[in-house]
């Protein structure tokens, strides 16, 4: 008897072991990160995307926070900043704003939050809004250029700087889009400074960026040198030391943190732990955030960093971007967690923030949590061409995206179910 049951244990063993072998690729881990899926009309969120499997999560920053601290940071600057800003002595503070992607709800939310922070932000008609409560409210298009003040998808604004009001006026702005379909795109930035110098250079007083990719564009090409205050978004390395320079200023949206949970909810997820081992309780090895890093949605499983500003009076201690947090790179055993491979996507091989600030963050986790990662980089134009790079699903244990579009999660979703 005690025979026949060690061998039906040993037969169930087996079928076990054959059944892990064979585990769909569907019921494995999925972490979307960066680019939440969305419809990029409306900002929507993809929830038949973020339920995929009961392993799946998103991980990215509280767009909205940012996007105030980044208009505060900005009016903080110019209350600060009065003498000498408005360099051509017409009594109107004039920006320049470099938009990323207009179907991105990151871009979209930091246009918001600098135009109602300047008072030049409208309601958004397209959405029917008819009075501004949140930056939700804020129409977030285009303008061209509007260097008389008539655009009709921003108004003037007003600022009281040491007893004088000025008009803030919104000169130009565009969505940095290259010839080819490429968003957030510098190159496209650095050009289009030249553009707006060469016609109205002497009327603008400040630039304000949707990111540093952007912002550093514009900073070298020409706000350097002309001595205007130059505003970006993420805090890469070589932004935040043009602080030194006369980059004024960016937000730090916690690039650490975002990397470690985009692998840390795939390591649990894979382990079958509790999703918030390492997150909210120690692990162990001691990893732990604390909550003023981020913060959990368990109705749509989104996990959020907050962001910082980052300015002249802080600047020194963000240098290195990508710095490993001593609180959260303590090595996991392999005893405790065996190496798994992972599936890992960047939308576009050229994006700054990604490539210079994210993926090194990545690899310092990667290490720590026993994770072997194939990093795969797209052109940020054809979502086909990182999901054709994924020939073979069933070799990986899981799955971290970053897509294209926020808009084409379920062609990953259908990869997977096939
Ligand atoms: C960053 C941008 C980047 C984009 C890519 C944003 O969160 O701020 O710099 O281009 O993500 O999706
Ligand atoms: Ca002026």
Redesign the pocket.
């Known amino acids: 008897m005690k025979k026949i049951l060690s061998l039906v244990l040993a037969a169930l063993m087996l079928l076990g072991i054959v059944g892990a072998m064979a585990e769909a690729n569907d019921q494995k881990p999925v972490i979307w990160f960066?680019?939440q899926p969305s419809n990029s009309t409306t900002g929507e969120l993809d929830m038949d995307a973020l339920n995929f499997n009961g392993k799946t999560y998103y991980v990215?920053?509280d767009?909205k926070q940012g996007a105030e601290l980044q208009g505060q940071m900005i009016v903080d600057y110019l209350l600060a900043h009065g003498e000498g800003l408005d360099r051509n002595g017409d009594g109107i503070i004039g920006y320049v704003l470099c938009i990323?992607?207009v179907g991105?709800n990151?871009?979209i939310a930091?246009t918001r939050g600098a135009r109602k922070a300047l008072g030049t932000a409208v309601p958004d008609a397209a959405q029917g809004k008819t009075e501004i409560e949140t930056i939700d409210d804020v129409d977030s298009a285009p303008i061209g250029t509007n260097t008389d003040g008539t655009a009709t998808d921003v108004q003037d604004g007003s600022i009281e700087i040491d007893g004088t009001t000025y008009i803030v006026r919104e000169l130009a702005s565009q969505e940095m889009k290259n010839s080819s379909g490429a968003?957030?795109d510098a190159p496209t930035a650095g050009n289009a400074i030249a553009a707006w110098e060469g016609s109205f250079g002497d009327q603008i007083d400040v630039v304000v960026s949707?990111?540093?990719?952007m912002g550093m564009a514009v900073f070298n090409a020409w706000s350097k040198e002309a001595g205007v205050p130059t505003f970006g978004?993420?805090a890469n390395s070589d932004a935040v030391a043009a602080i030194a320079d006369g980059y004024c200023g960016t937000i730090s949206?916690n690039a650490d943190v975002q990397a470690y949970l985009t692998l840390r909810t795939l390591r649990n997820a894979l382990d079958d732990a509790d999703i918030m081992v390492g997150i909210s309780t120690p692990d162990a090895a001691g990893n732990v955030l604390t909550d003023d890093l981020y913060y959990y949605d368990d109705a749509t499983r989104c996990f959020y960093a907050l962001n910082g500003a980052v300015t002249a009076d802080n600047y020194e201690a963000f240098l290195d971007a990508t710095a490993a947090n001593p609180a959260f790179s303590n090595q996991l055993s392999e005893d405790d967690a065996a190496t798994k491979k992972v599936w890992l996507s960047i939308?576009?091989s050229a994006?700054?923030?990604?490539n210079a600030t994210y993926v090194p963050q990545l690899k310092n986790y990667a290490a720590a949590l026993n994770l072997d990662v194939e990093y795969v980089l797209g052109d940020g134009q054809t979502e086909a061409n990182l999901i054709d790079k994924l020939g073979n699903p069933s070799e990986y244990d899981g799955f971290a995206i970053?897509m294209v579009k926020t808009d084409n999660a379920a062609s990953y979703m259908a990869k997977l179910m096939q």
């Open positions: 960066n680019r990215g920053f767009a990323g992607d991105h990151d871009s930091r968003t957030w949707n990111n540093d990719g978004y993420d949206q939308y576009n994006d700054n923030f990604l970053n």
